[in-house]
């Protein structure tokens, strides 16, 4: 049994300021926080019988997760390998499931002072007519190639928006925003919570994989107007509105494309 899991941190316990993602005093021990909280997903799924793990380390460079922090079972993909799956890259080999750590609220959400989707320089993203998330990207990857997501812990808007629209999804909220600040569960609360999840979500073994959307009317707003004039030269995009790029298709792959390219 091979599990994939997609890591990010702007939703993993006690993050909440922008320079503890990347670069800040703060970043080495919200690293190590990730590195913690994917190993617990790591130990929650041996326990339940993975045989192997497959670790998608998807924040920023992609180089956050400490490769020793993890268990020697499982392998680590570090970087970006452009072929168009970003977060998901790997999940096309032969995965059984999907486990997503350290999510967070989709571009245009209050729900964590670091909302966002893809970069912070796009204001909205909406699919359909819905503000998406990269989860709702994700998972739409992980359907692609039919396989389900099982197990998600982020914060509190993310996990409300997989209650939503993925009930079956067991999830663990790491924590929860208030305007600028976070308010957060104790880091071994976390790594108790998604080590329990994983195992119980794995054992479960009751998942659907959703059915992908027949159309996709992808709509990017940006936060600086010459965005949006570069990205509507994306072949088949337009753009809406000074600062909106819109681009429709009813493959999702075309969608990824375009994703690689301006998003
Ligand atoms: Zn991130």
Redesign the pocket.
């Known amino acids: 049994m091979k599990i994939f899991i997609s890591a990010?941190?702007?939703g993993v316990a006690g993050i909440g300021q922008w320079n503890e993602?990347e670069s800040g005093p703060w970043y080495d021990y919200f690293s190590k926080e990730m590195s913690r909280e994917v190993a617990a997903a790591c130990e929650g799924a041996l326990v339940a019988g993975a045989t192997e793990i497959y670790v998608k380390d998807g924040?920023?460079t992609a180089c956050n997760i400490y490769p020793d922090m993890l268990p020697k079972e499982a392998v680590l993909n570090r970087g970006w390998s452009g072929d168009g799956y970003g977060m998901m890259s790997g999940v096309q080999d032969d995965v059984d499931f999907v486990v997503m750590i350290g999510y967070h609220a989709a571009s245009y959400s209050d729900a964590n002072p670091l909302s966002h989707t893809s970069e912070n320089y796009i204001r909205k993203f909406a699919i359909n007519g819905q503000l998406a998330s990269e989860f709702m990207i994700n998972r739409y990857i992980a359907a692609l190639h039919q396989v389900p997501v099982i197990f998600l812990s982020g914060d509190q808007g993310i996990v409300d928006e997989v209650r939503t629209t993925d009930p079956g999804i067991s999830t663990f909220a790491t924590l929860q925003g208030r305007g600028g600040s976070t308010t957060s569960v104790h880091p071994e609360v976390a790594y108790e919570k998604i080590k329990e999840g994983v195992r119980q979500a794995v054992t479960l073994n009751k998942y659907y994989v959703p059915e992908l959307p027949e159309y996709f009317d992808v709509k990017i707003t940006y936060q600086e107007q010459n965005r949006a004039r570069k990205a509507a030269l994306f072949p088949g995009a337009k753009r809406i509105d000074p600062y909106t790029v819109q681009f429709e298709t009813d493959e999702y792959f075309e969608f990824l494309r375009f994703y690689t390219f301006v998003g």
């Open positions: 990010d941190i702007e993602t924040h920023h």
